[in-house]
Every structure is written in C-alpha cells, then in structure tokens.
C-alpha cells in the first residue's frame, strides 16, 4: 500500500502516519523492536513514529547507530542520535565498524554489509527479534530504477522486501508505502530535527544521480507510486516463481552426502526462470554463501550442467554423472580445512568420533576415497565424496562416515536438506 493523499497542510499528518506504520506489525507483537537510526530524516521519523506507535503496547524500543568512521564527523552524529533517543528515553547503542581489517573494493558495498552484520549481531545479543530500517517508497523507486540499469530479472526488479530474515534477525521496513516527503514535512511539524548526511548531495553516488533523475522521468509519468507498483508485481511475480521451483524441486532434487543432485532429464527441460532458481539455491546451500553469483557465469553453469558437462562456480563443482547434476563443495576450498571432532566443520558439518580417540577432521580427499572398499555403494560419484569430512590419525584414515566407513563415527550436516527446499520460497 502506498499513501499518498495529502491532508489540508499538504502532508500526511502524524495520526496517519502512526496508523499506516501500526498496520505494519500484525499481532503478536515482539516484546522488543530495534530501530536501525542513521540520523537521517527517514530512520528519525521512524524512531519517533514507533514510539508513538506502541506508546500503549508492552513493546520496548531499543535504537542502534551505526558509526562506520568513514567522515571524521560520524561519531559525533551517532552521539546526536544517542541524544535523539535519549529524549525519548529509548535506550541508545553506538556500533563501530572499523576495527578490522582494512576494506578493500567498493568501500559502500562493504560498508552495507558490514552495516547490516553489526546490526544483526546487536539484535542477537539484545534478544531483540525484529529490527525497523527506515526505507521509503522514495527509496524502493530508486532501487527499481538502479537495477533496470544492471538488466535485472524479476527478483532484481521487485525491489527491497518489506521483510527478510538475516542471521535469524527479522528486518523489517515499515515505512516502504510510505514518502520521504510526508515523514520531512511530519518532523518539521512536530519540531524534530534530523542530521543532513552531505553526501546525498554527492552526484559520484549512483542513488543520488538516480534521486536526481527521478524528478526529471515524474515529469514523464515515471512516479514514484508507479516504480512501487512495479515493485510489488515483480514481488508477486517472484512469489510465484518461488513456489513453482520450490515444486519442482520436491520432484527432481534430493540431498546426499552434502551434495544437491538434480535429476538431469527432468533439470533440461525446466524453464530458464526455474533452472536457473534451483542452481542459485544449490550453490548457495551448498557453499553457504550469502549472494548469488552473477547472472553470466550462472547461465554458463547451467548450460554446462544441461549439456551433461562439468564447471565450477562460487566455491561449488557442478558435475553431471551418468543421468544425474551433483553440487558439491570444490576440492579446493575445503583442501586446508581441518579440526577436531564435535566442532562445525566447514561450517556445514559435525563429526562424532565415537570411540575414536586423538583424531582430526579432514577431507576424504581423492587417495582417501580409495581406502574406502565400499565408497561405490553409497551412489555418489568420488568427487562428492572427497569432499566430505573424515577422521584421521597420523596420517591413517580412521573414518569416513560418509563413504562406507563408518567405523562407529557419524557426521551430521549442519545445514538440513528442508533448508534447501525452503530457501527456494524465500528467493
Ligand atoms: N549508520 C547507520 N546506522 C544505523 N542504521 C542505518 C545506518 N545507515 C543506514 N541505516 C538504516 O538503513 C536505512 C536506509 O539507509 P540509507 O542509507 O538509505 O539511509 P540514510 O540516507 O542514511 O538515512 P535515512 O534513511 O534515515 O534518511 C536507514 O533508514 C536506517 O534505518
């Protein structure tokens, strides 16, 4: 829903704005909200609208900055916003990026990301289940237009979700049918002040040549209700195509020894849309990465694949055998991986040594797989295999639970194969 008719002054007034932000957040409310504030006029607006939104409810607000120490004023800014919600009396966390490595590559890139990691680590620690971002309908027009210019599919094109989990961090964006317009013209005339960040002014950003551009394509008819509106059938659209593959998958994908196996047939004759969702989702659970590789390289994979041909992409090997697709990890990646039993390993598994005592997990590896009689009866090819944990002492391989040598030892995946099926719903 996006709100837009203004009231006598020209703006939606507070109540309206209260009562859209309320609709929000279907009952039963979460005994806590943490409000993501940068200081800029939107995230307040939000800070405040949320307060006057559950002044009656046993919600407690708890509010975040983020100092990214990228302007040598952003401290003194979140200590601004400390004092903004300290006047509400909502208790007020500054988060320091900076104290690891030195970025490298596209500095906001890394900025968001680390952004977002800060404030979902924050909610954790805080038992905070649900963080509010301050992003309007003025924000998801321009990231409409943003990803027209990257040649964005149906996902790309339906914008920000009003909701996502990350990190088991529900995000939410209450303020997403809402204009940055009516949430200015509410703080100027309640008498709340905001900070005015300088670069968006910055012409060097994309989103401010597109703010830019977007007062020019209004004169055009190019609004930005009619961007949001794109936004929501693309939002459909995906739902629907989210669910066909989520289908289509129950009927030609199962899980072994890690891997995602697509039978090959039936992966042939899917619709590009639908191969192409369950080659992002393999790879993703596979490697546990967070973002899809791009759309190029994607589109070779799945070719290759469709052709009965081998690649590798995003830290995967896609190998077709016999009438079969494995996704499985990338010798390579996990060639150094090593640790004790009963810890994560690889971040996907967890082997229990039984009896076994003094050993490491490591790889199988291609010679390990050959100390193992009856790996063929397990049905994975040996590249699939090699991947996958094993114990070893002193250079004696003492288990491999996953390819016919158990020896009283187990590893369970850290990542359940309903995640896999699940993931193709949500994206
Ligand atoms: N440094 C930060 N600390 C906390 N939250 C942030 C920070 N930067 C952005 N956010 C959150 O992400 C939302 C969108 O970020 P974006 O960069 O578009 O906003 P902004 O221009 O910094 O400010 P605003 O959206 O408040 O006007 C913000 O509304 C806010 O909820």
């Not at 060097?204 to 040549?209: A, L, M, N, S, V």
Request: hydrophobic residues 40%; aromatic residues 6%; glycine residues 8%.
């Amino acid at each position: 829903m996006l709100l837009t008719q203004p009231n006598a002054a020209g703006g939606l007034g507070r109540d309206d704005l209260v009562s859209a932000l309320r609709q929000q957040f279907t009952p039963p409310l979460p005994a806590r909200i943490g409000i993501a504030v940068s200081g800029g006029g939107d995230s307040v607006a939000l800070m405040h609208l949320l307060k006057d939104c559950f002044c009656d409810d046993p919600v407690e607000l708890m509010v975040a900055t983020v100092d990214h120490q990228l302007r040598p004023e952003s401290r003194q800014e979140a200590e601004e916003v400390a004092q903004m919600a300290q006047q509400l009396c909502l208790r007020h966390d500054i988060l320091t990026w900076g104290e690891g490595p030195e970025p490298t590559g596209n500095l906001q890139d890394q900025a968001r990301r680390a952004r977002f990691a800060l404030l979902t680590a924050w909610a954790r620690q805080n038992g905070i289940p649900v963080l509010a971002l301050g992003h309007t309908a003025d924000d998801q027009a321009e990231t409409v237009i943003m990803r027209l210019k990257r040649a964005a599919g149906v996902n790309g094109l339906a914008g920000m979700a009003r909701r996502r989990t990350q990190d088991g961090v529900s995000l939410q964006r209450p303020l997403l049918g809402l204009r940055r317009s009516d949430l200015r013209h509410y703080l100027r005339a309640m008498g709340r002040s905001w900070i005015e960040d300088p670069s968006n002014e910055d012409d060097t950003y994309d989103r401010i040549k597109t703010r830019k551009a977007l007062a020019v394509l209004e004169d055009l008819g190019l609004t930005v209700p009619a961007l949001v509106t794109v936004a929501q059938n693309m939002g459909k659209a995906q739902t629907a195509l989210g669910w066909y593959a989520f289908l289509t998958a129950r009927d030609l994908a199962e899980i072994k020894a890690g891997a995602v196996v697509f039978e090959l047939r039936k992966f042939r004759t899917l619709p590009d849309e639908i191969s192409h969702r369950l080659m992002v989702q393999a790879l993703l659970w596979v490697s546990g990465g967070q973002y899809a590789p791009r759309r190029q390289p994607m589109i070779e994979a799945v070719a290759i694949a469709q052709r009965g041909g081998s690649s590798t992409l995003a830290g995967c090997r896609i190998l077709s055998h016999r009438d079969k697709i494995w996704i499985c990890r990338e010798a390579a990646t996990v060639q150094q991986a090593a640790g004790d039993p009963g810890e994560v390993w690889d971040q996907r598994w967890r082997v229990f040594a039984g009896k076994l005592e003094a050993c490491e997990v490591r790889p199988l590896g291609a010679a390990g797989v050959k100390l193992c009689p009856d790996w063929r009866a397990e049905g994975c090819p040996a590249p699939v295999l090699e991947v996958t944990p094993s114990l070893w002492r002193e250079g004696n391989l003492m288990a491999a639970p996953l390819a016919g040598f158990a020896n009283g030892c187990s590893a369970e995946p850290i990542n359940s194969a309903e995640e896999f099926f699940a993931s193709l719903l949500s994206h």
